[in-house]
């Protein structure tokens, strides 16, 4: 069992930059991958990043490519999202999730965090 919590939303205008984290408890965090989604109001949930449960390897949606960065720290149970030159329509609400796979397929993902609001004002 892996219970996630989200920090780090809050309000920014275009351009600027936000870290999110994702505090996971649960001694085997570290066999997890981790994913990171978001949804927008009237919109599906969807793929932001991915990473390995080794760190290694990250996947990016294309939208984010660039400008965001998956990492994680499995000495403290924690990955993080860095989201530089943020977008309006980067607005959402962003979740972390750990499955066995980094997979941009939400369902295949086992525990989710209860998200985090981001906002990106014009």
């Known amino acids: 069992q892996v219970q996630l919590v989200e920090s780090g939303g809050g309000l920014v205008q275009a351009g600027g930059s936000l870290r999110l984290s994702c505090a996971a408890s649960?001694?085997?965090?570290?066999?997890?991958?981790m994913g990171w989604f978001r949804q927008a109001p009237g919109k599906e949930r969807e793929f932001v990043a991915g990473?390995?449960?080794?760190?290694?390897?990250?996947y990016y949606a294309d939208s984010v490519k660039g400008r965001f960065t998956f990492s994680r720290d499995n000495a403290k149970n924690t990955v993080y999202l860095q989201m530089n030159s943020l977008k309006p329509e980067d607005t959402a609400v962003y979740y972390c999730?750990?499955?066995?796979?980094?997979?941009?397929?939400?369902?295949?993902?086992?525990?989710w965090g209860q998200g985090t609001q981001v906002t990106v004002s014009s």
């Open positions: 649960g001694r085997t965090f570290s066999m997890y991958a």
């Open positions: 999730a750990a499955g066995q796979v980094p997979t941009a397929r939400a369902e295949a993902y086992d525990y």
């Open positions: 990473i390995s449960w080794t760190g290694r390897t990250t």
